[in-house]
């Protein structure tokens, strides 16, 4: 958008974001990402990159859990029933809440001797069991559990939550893609590429 009068000239692209910054704080966000793109002339320094569960599995350990903080909207489940049908997983959810902490104990113990991954959804509901999930993460010795188990956890942002399983684990934020090419690149990211060689004509298919 052109500024008013000669200001657009008088003013360079760090100038119009401070009076920005005092006019309409909530256009600053935007109006940053434009001065990276016309400075760098790129939209890659903007652009988020996919989110690609797949990757951050192959490069963790079974001892370590997945730690997905939420934001509003955005649901992980799906994404990771995905990438177990891909991985030939069986999925064990259980959404925390009162007097839920002994079945999940019990889940977990299974999990880690027949090779399942179990899903503990809404950990920040569970804030007086957190201390018995940490030590039971402690306890995990790979050597011990069948190596196809993994644990993994949502919770929403909780001071509560114990900073151990935080250092321990791999902390993923899932958010809604914005926009169609996010939305495309997550969709084409979810393919199984075995599915498209399996069909009988392949080429047409593609």
């Known amino acids: 958008v052109k500024w008013p009068g000669e200001w657009t000239e008088k003013l360079n692209s760090i100038q ?74 069986k999925v064990i959810p259980l959404s925390l809440g009162q007097g839920q902490g002994k079945i999940a104990e019990n889940a977990i113990r299974q999990a880690m001797k027949e090779g399942n991954w179990v899903l503990l959804q809404n950990c920040h509901l569970a804030v007086s069991w957190l201390s018995t999930l940490e030590q039971l993460i402690e306890e995990i010795n790979p050597n011990e559990c069948d190596l196809g188990f993994r644990m993994w956890l949502t ?34 990211l979810g393919f199984d590429v075995k599915k498209f060689e399996e069909v009988p004509r392949p080429s047409e298919y593609k």
Do not use: W
Request: hydrophobic letters at 45%; charged letters at 25%.
């Open 16 to 89: 119009r974001l401070c009076v920005l910054r005092l006019l309409r704080p909530d256009k600053v966000v935007h109006a940053m990402q434009n001065l990276i793109i016309e400075e760098m002339k790129d939209k890659f320094y903007v652009e988020p990159p996919a989110f690609n569960l797949a990757k951050v599995f192959d490069a963790s350990r079974l001892e370590q859990p997945f730690i997905f903080i939420l934001s509003p909207g955005a649901d992980p489940i799906q994404e990771v029933n995905k990438l177990a049908e891909m991985r030939g997983a």
């Open 155 to 188: 919770s929403m942002p909780s001071s509560a939550f114990p900073v151990s399983i935080l250092q321990n684990g791999v902390k993923l934020t899932f958010e809604p893609p914005k926009g169609l090419k996010p939305n495309l690149l997550r969709s084409y």
